[in-house]
């Protein structure tokens, strides 16, 4: 019903900055969250940020805070996250996942989500 593409991913140096995009298609909507997740290879997938669609409030993960900002663009369905001050433990495939029924603060569990892209890495060197 929604598919969710992302992109703006790529190779920067320590302390550089990316902006990654997550458009959707299909059935949108515009209440609900949006979030990113990451995972590194071997690792768990982490919830990295979320946005709420109707209220534009947002919350992090602590390892990200003050560093990454996330937004949202509802009248061209897209979302955004401004990494900031990367670091070479940002790096991993990150991926952007949709979902309108999510309850409280379970946004943070990535298997409360419906839609996910097919995620884009992000390369942070030394």
């Known amino acids: 019903q929604v598919q969710l593409v992302e992109s703006g991913g790529g190779l920067v140096q320590a302390g550089g900055s990316l902006r990654l995009s997550c458009v959707a298609s299909g059935r949108t909507f515009s209440s609900g969250y949006v979030s990113w997740f990451r995972q590194a290879p071997g690792k768990e997938s982490e919830f990295v940020a979320v946005v709420n669609l109707s209220t534009g409030s947002t919350d992090y993960a602590d390892s990200v805070k003050g560093r990454f900002t996330i937004s949202r663009d509802n009248a061209k369905n897209m979302v955004y996250l401004q990494m900031n001050g990367l670091k070479p433990e940002d790096t991993a495939v990150y991926y952007c996942?949709?979902?309108?029924?999510?309850?409280?603060?379970?946004?943070?569990?990535?298997?409360?989500?419906?839609?996910w892209g097919q995620g884009t890495q992000v390369t942070v060197s030394s």
């Open positions: 996942a949709a979902g309108r029924n999510i309850i409280g603060r379970r946004y943070i569990y990535s298997d409360d989500y419906d839609y």
